[in-house]
């Protein structure tokens, strides 16, 4: 991953990191949402603009790719650089938690 992709996505939004994680198998916007209601409890809730600003720039950035079309609804999945974004920033998130139990995380 390089320095510009690291800056741009390392840290993620909330809504970034939802949306990565649930594209590790081939949805459509809306599945998306729908996914992210459900695993946050309707916390986290994802508008349409907030879901298709940023697959757009996912995909201008290879985060994810067009997988196919269907039903005419544009289906996405990540790209092996959106796998290593979203990695990292779960390893980011679990040394946070970590660190906040009092543990120490050796790099």
Do not use: W
């Not at 729908?34 to 600003?53: C, D, F, N, P, S």
């Not at 201008?60 to 269907?70: T, V």
């Amino acid at each position: 991953m390089d320095d510009k992709i690291r800056r741009i996505y390392v840290p993620m939004t909330e809504s970034g990191f939802y949306i990565l994680f649930c594209l590790q198998t081939p949805q459509h916007g809306y599945g998306v949402s729908r996914q992210v209601k459900e695993l946050t409890g309707g916390a986290v809730v994802i508008g349409a603009g907030t879901m298709y600003g940023t697959l757009s720039k996912m995909e201008a950035d290879g985060l994810i790719c067009f997988y196919r079309e269907e039903e005419k609804r544009k289906l996405y999945q990540l790209t092996e650089l959106g796998r290593e974004v979203l990695a990292a920033e779960i390893g980011r998130i679990e040394r946070l938690y970590k660190n906040s139990k009092g543990e120490r995380c050796d790099a």
